[in-house]
């Protein structure tokens, strides 16, 4: 990965939608923290609620997206639940964008 500088993967974590609310993860502030090493990419997955069901829907999806940017990417997710305003903020957000 020695190619791939930090705005691509900014970049390309920018267009990882939420597969309920029209908004990508980072727009919804889901993803912080990204942090490129080497061969490795590492983030923080931030929750509404740490049991959400699409919990690993969203690790999956996070991982193609960076794997499919760059094969040799290893992937290290941290999850962390939302604080009480980053939740009204994402509450907000997803009621704006709700698909269904």
Request: hydrophobic content about 40%; aromatic content about 4%; some cysteine.
């Amino acid at each position: 990965m020695s190619g791939t500088p930090q705005k691509d993967v900014q970049q390309a974590l920018s267009k990882v939608m939420h597969p309920e609310i029209n908004y990508s993860l980072v727009d919804l502030g889901m993803i912080e923290d990204v942090v490129c090493e080497e061969e490795k990419v590492s983030l923080t997955l931030k929750l509404p609620f740490l049991q959400v069901p699409v919990k690993d829907l969203l690790i999956e999806n996070i991982k193609k997206t960076l794997v499919d940017l760059d094969s040799s990417i290893q992937v290290e997710i941290n999850i962390k639940e939302m604080s009480q305003e980053e939740r009204d903020n994402f509450t907000k957000m997803a009621k704006e964008g709700w698909k269904f």
